[in-house]
């Protein structure tokens, strides 16, 4: 009876992160835009800034209850509890509209971690999407708690976008700085960002290098290998060849002596006919 092979089913968690990791992403999108149009325009007619706070509240509800579901699907509850920090503050505290950011970055996180990819392609491309998801919503919400401040003095986005790329890059050159506590809560956030991410980009491009290092030294390993093996069967075939030809035997008996040819007579000269007298030489 032929053995039928039985497939290994995943786990429902998995099937269900697999699942929802598209609708994830794009309601992380939405909610970026409506986080950040009632910031970047706050003139805006009202009905665009209640379409806004309506998706922000429909988006964070269907965050609540994707991080629900996959608490009932875990294996270990407190387990996933623990593991998950952003997401469980992003679901309890979605009030405080800075904190209300880290959806956006736990739902990369997911994405990331089911990306089929290869690492060094997956490394890099979750650092290029965190700097700039970082960089663009620190801005909007360092100016959302800033611009009304009284001693503030970042006013614009672009004042904001300028003092979270100096923040991340710990350059800090004090032009622009937060004077509010939530400001500068959000400051240090940024700050051990970037240095998170510097070190995550320098630790990339060192296992770069050493990685193309250990294949060139594997590489010439290889060939050196072959190469000695070559030699040793070189080796042992000659070893074989003069095992098989063995040893010459010396010559006991003299060579056989070779015939010489007797000259024949020259042509010219006439032999005596028999009778006839010699003449005398004179």
């Known amino acids: ?6 497939k290994k089913e995943r786990p429902p968690k998995v099937r269900w992160e697999e699942r929802t990791q598209t609708p994830l992403l ?5 909610f ?3 986080y950040a149009v009632p910031i970047v325009a706050p003139g805006a007619e009202p009905w665009v800034l209640r379409l806004c706070h309506y998706v922000e509240w429909a988006v964070w509800g269907a965050f609540a209850l994707d991080y629900l579901v996959r608490l009932l699907l875990a294996s270990s509850r407190w387990a996933f509890v623990r593991s998950h920090p952003l997401d469980l503050l992003a679901v309890l505290l979605p009030l405080v509209q800075p904190l209300r950011l880290l959806r956006v970055v736990s739902t ?23 700097v700039v998801g970082l960089m663009m919503f620190g801005s909007l919400a360092v100016l959302h708690v800033e611009r009304d401040a009284p001693d503030g003095n970042i006013k614009t986005l672009g004042d904001a976008v300028w003092w979270s790329f100096t923040t991340m890059t710990t350059v800090g050159y004090g032009d622009h700085a937060p004077t509010t506590g939530l400001g500068r809560v959000l400051a240090v956030g940024l700050m051990l960002s970037g240095i998170a991410l510097l070190g995550v980009v320098t ?10 290092f250990e294949r060139d030294d594997a ?10 093996a ?9 070893a074989e060849v003069a095992r098989l030809a063995g040893p010459v035997p010396p010559q006991t008996t003299a060579p056989e002596a070779v015939p010489q040819a007797v000259p024949e007579p020259a042509p010219d000269a006439a032999a005596p006919e028999p009778g006839a007298a010699i003449a005398p030489r004179a």
């Open 230 to 238: 070559l030699t040793r069967e070189v080796r042992e075939l000659r």
């Open 203 to 212: 630790a990339n491009i060192a296992a770069w290098f050493i990685a193309r």
């Open 32 to 34: 970026g835009i409506a």
């Open 26 to 30: 794009v309601l992380a999108v939405a």
């Open 219 to 228: 590489v010439e390993r290889r060939q050196t290998e072959l190469l000695e």
């Open 1 to 6: 009876m032929p053995r039928m092979s039985v």
């Open 108 to 130: 990369l996180l997911l994405v990331g971690r089911r990306a089929r990819m290869a690492p060094q392609i997956t490394l890099t491309t979750y650092v290029a999407g965190a």
